[in-house]
C-alpha cells in the first residue's frame, strides 16, 4: 500500500504554502505575497497521530485565465487532486467566499475525493469568528479555522485528513531509494529530463526561464530500482539574482544538492561548458556528490565525424576537477538514450558507497610507492605507514605519514589516481586526509 498522499489546493494568495511549512515542520514552500510564487507541485513527509504521509503544495488554481503560467499551474493542482488520498481546500476568512473559491469547489466536488476545508487567516483566538460560517456556502461540510502563522486549528484540521486514510499497514513505510538531484543553469532542460523518465507531465515546461521555482521531489520506480529526483530551481548568476524569490530558489538548489545521493549536471549541447555550469557542477563537488554530466538538446547538435568524442573532451578539459564523471549525451525533446540515465545513476551512487578493506588499500599504497617514491625536502623523505577507509558518499581515506607538510598535494592526486585506476571508483569524488604521527583521533 502506498502512503496516503494530502493535497493542499485553493485559488492564489490564500497562504497554502504557508499552511504547507506549518504542518510538515519546515520552510520548503517558498512564501511571498505574489500570487502564483508556488508553480509546480512541492511534496514532503508528513507525521501526525502516529500515522506518516505525504503532502503536497500546489500552485493557486485559477479556474479561467489565459495567462500561460496560470494554466500550467491550474494543470499540475489537477495533477495532485487526481492523485491525493484527501484534499484540503485552502480559503481565507478576510475576504469571504470568492468566486474563484466557488469554482475551485466545484471542481473538487467533481474530482468524488474527499474534501476538508480550511478557513486560513483565523488569526485570533477566543470566540469563532462569525464570517467562519459563510464558507458553509461551499457545500463541503464543516470549515476548520487555522492559522498558518500561529498554528491555530492545525491539530483539527490534521485529524480531519486522517479520518480518510485507509487502514495502516506495515509496508507504508519509505523505501530506501536513491536520491537524484538535477541541477543546472536555467532553460537547460531540467524539468523536460524529468518528465521523459516519468513519461507524464509531472513539471511545468515551457521556454521561459525560471519557470521552475521551488526543489520538487518525484517518487519514481521502474525495473531499475526507486528514485527521487529533486527537480531544481536553474541557478543564475548571483549578479542576477535580483527577487528575493530567486535568491530563495538558488538557495533552494542548494539545499537539494546536499540532500542528494547522485547530481546530473545538465547542460545545453549548443552553448558547451559556460562559466555558470563550471561553477554548478563546483558545488556539486564540493559537497562530495557522485555526479554525472549530461549533455542535453544532442538533437539540436550539427554532428559530423567525431563531433561527440570532441565535446567529450572539451568538457573534460573545462571540468578537470571532475574528470571522473560520466558523460551523456542525451535529447530530453525526443528521449534519444535518456533510458541510460538510470544506469549511470546506479552506478555513480554504488561507486559512492563503495568500501575497500584496509588491507587491499594497502596493498594498492605499498605498489604505488614502489613505482614513485614519496616526496624529500631538505633530506627529510616523507613515510606513509597505513591507510584506511573512514567513510562512504564520498569515500574518504585516511592516511598516516610522519609529515603534513612533506606530503605534496601532487603526491596526493597520484595517490587518488591509483585508487581510482585499481578500484574504479567513477562517478564520485574522493576525499583524502592526511594525519600526520601525534595528531589526536
Not at 616526496?375 to 623523505?381: E, F, L, Q, V, W
Amino acid at each position: 500500500m502506498s502512503r496516503p498522499l494530502v493535497a493542499i489546493v485553493g485559488r492564489p494568495n490564500v497562504g497554502k504554502s504557508m499552511l504547507f511549512n506549518r504542518l510538515v515542520g519546515q520552510r520548503l514552500s517558498i512564501v511571498e505575497d505574489t500570487p502564483g510564487v508556488t508553480r509546480d507541485r512541492l511534496y514532503a513527509p508528513c507525521e501526525w497521530a502516529g500515522r506518516s504521509f505525504d503532502m503536497v503544495d500546489t500552485g493557486g488554481i485559477e479556474p479561467s485565465t489565459d495567462s500561460e503560467i496560470l494554466l500550467f499551474m491550474r494543470e499540475q493542482a489537477q495533477i495532485a487532486i487526481d492523485t491525493a488520498t484527501v484534499i484540503i481546500l485552502v480559503t481565507d476568512i478576510r475576504t469571504g467566499v470568492t468566486a474563484a473559491d466557488k469554482d475551485v469547489a466545484n471542481m473538487l466536488k467533481r474530482s468524488r475525493k474527499p474534501v476538508v476545508l480550511a478557513v486560513n487567516k483565523a488569526d485570533s483566538t477566543g470566540a469563532e469568528d462569525p464570517a467562519l460560517y459563510e464558507f458553509y456556502e461551499l457545500g463541503l461540510g464543516d470549515p476548520i479555522s487555522v492559522s498558518a502563522v500561529h498554528g491555530h486549528g492545525t491539530g483539527d484540521l490534521l485529524d480531519a485528513c486522517l479520518q480518510y486514510f485507509p487502514e495502516a499497514g506495515e509496508d507504508e513505510a519509505e523505501d530506501d531509494c536513491i536520491k537524484v538531484a538535477v541541477i543546472g543553469k536555467p532553460n537547460v532542460g531540467k524539468s523536460s529530463l524529468i518528465n521523459r523518465i516519468l513519461g507524464e507531465k509531472r513539471l511545468i515546461v515551457s521556454d521561459m526561464a525560471g519557470t521552475t521555482r521551488d526543489a520538487v521531489d518525484t517518487l519514481f520506480e521502474n525495473d531499475k530500482g526507486r528514485y527521487m529526483f529533486i527537480d531544481t530551481a536553474g541557478i543564475r548568476r548571483k549578479s542576477k539574482v535580483e527577487e528575493r524569490v530567486e535568491k530563495f530558489s538558488v538557495m533552494r538548489a542548494q539545499l537539494a544538492i546536499e540532500r542528494a545521493d547522485v547530481c546530473l549536471i545538465l547542460l545545453d549541447a549548443r552553448d558547451g561548458v559556460t562559466d555558470q555550469d563550471t561553477k554548478i557542477a563546483g558545488l556539486a563537488h564540493e559537497a562530495g556528490k557522485a555526479s554525472i554530466v549530461v549533455v542535453n538538446k544532442w538533437d539540436l547538435v550539427e554532428k559530423e565525424t567525431g563531433t561527440m568524442e570532441k565535446m567529450r573532451k572539451d568538457i573534460m578539459r573545462d571540468l578537470s576537477f571532475m574528470s571522473y564523471a560520466p558523460v551523456l549525451f542525451i535529447s530530453a525533446l525526443t528521449g534519444q538514450r535518456a533510458d541510460r540515465v538510470f544506469e549511470l545513476i546506479n552506478f555513480a551512487n554504488d561507486q559512492s558507497n563503495m568500501r575497500i578493506s584496509t588491507g587491499m588499500l594497502n596493498n594498492v599504497l605499498a605498489d604505488a610507492q614502489a613505482r614513485v617514491q614519496p616526496p624529500t625536502d631538505k633530506g627529510r623523505r616523507l613515510k606513509i605507514y597505513y591507510m584506511t577507509q573512514t567513510g562512504v558518499k564520498p569515500p574518504c581515506f585516511v592516511i598516516f605519514c610522519n609529515s603534513r607538510e612533506l606530503f605534496h598535494f601532487s603526491y596526493q592526486r597520484y595517490l587518488e589516481n591509483q585508487i581510482r585506476a585499481v578500484f574504479g571508483l567513477e562517478g564520485t569524488p574522493i576525499r583524502i586526509v592526511i594525519r600526520q604521527k601525534g595528531d589526536k583521533e
